[in-house]
């Protein structure tokens, strides 16, 4: 069985541009969660999608993020514009039942550097 | 608010010598509790949970973790360290409305030869 997958691995962009991160959760997962990792500090959730709803998006730091998942498969996460401390890794992870006791499964993830 | 402590930054051990990683938490109502690993330049990875039952939970690579109510921890523990299990180690607990993990600030393990 393929794990959640992310990409790219790694992206360097310049303050003002735009990123975007794609995640594709284990297949048959409806839960996908996006968290972050910033200057090495705690890793951080940012929302939760139960399939393509977003059930809970109260970690996302403002509107200069935007995740979607359309058709509840894979889920995308912009950032528009990029600031400096933005840098950091960003998660995805997933799970197949909305239930505190089902294991999230996490991603690589993507180490994003803003200059 | 539920939490999660890891008092230690850093761990070091000699290789074959037991280890443990400690982790203490807050929560309201039952704690479901996780550890993670992350090795070097890769993702996240499950080790094991405790949902409930039996208070020592045994999870992947030789690891295994006891859940303490009395104390509020979960301390992660290995009898026979390798230094393949040099990585950096995070406790977490599912927040009661399923949807976040809380995650530790990580405790980065280093496993001497």
């Known amino acids: 069985e393929a794990g959640v997958t992310q990409f790219p691995s790694h992206s360097v962009i310049e303050k003002g541009q735009t990123v975007t991160l794609r995640c594709d959760p284990i297949s048959g997962h409806d839960n996908l969660y996006w968290y972050r990792r910033v200057m090495g500090k705690e890793i951080k959730f940012l929302l939760h999608f139960v399939k393509e709803s977003k059930q809970d998006e109260s970690g996302m730091p403002n509107n200069r993020f935007l995740a979607e998942r359309t058709g509840g498969t894979y889920s995308t996460l912009k950032v528009q514009p990029a600031e400096l401390e933005d840098s950091g890794v960003y998660f995805c992870a997933s799970s197949q039942r909305r239930d505190p006791t089902d294991t999230q499964y996490f991603g690589p993830g993507t180490r994003l550097t803003v200059l | 608010a539920q939490s999660v402590a890891q008092p230690e930054d850093q761990v070091n051990v000699a290789e074959g010598n037991p280890l443990t990683v400690k982790c203490t938490y807050s929560v309201s109502g039952n704690p479901y509790l996780f550890w993670y690993v992350q090795y070097p330049n890769r993702g996240l990875q499950f080790l094991l949970k405790?949902?409930?039952?039996?208070?020592l939970v045994k999870g992947s690579y030789g690891f295994e973790a006891e859940f303490n109510k009395s104390q509020t921890s979960f301390h992660l523990k290995k009898p026979s360290a390798l230094v393949s299990d040099s990585a950096l180690y995070f406790c977490?607990?599912?927040?009661?409305?399923?949807?976040?993990?809380?995650f530790g600030s990580g405790t980065r393990l280093s496993i001497r030869p």
């Open positions: 977490a607990v599912r927040d009661f409305s399923a949807s976040k993990i809380i």
């Open positions: 405790y949902i409930t039952g039996d208070n």
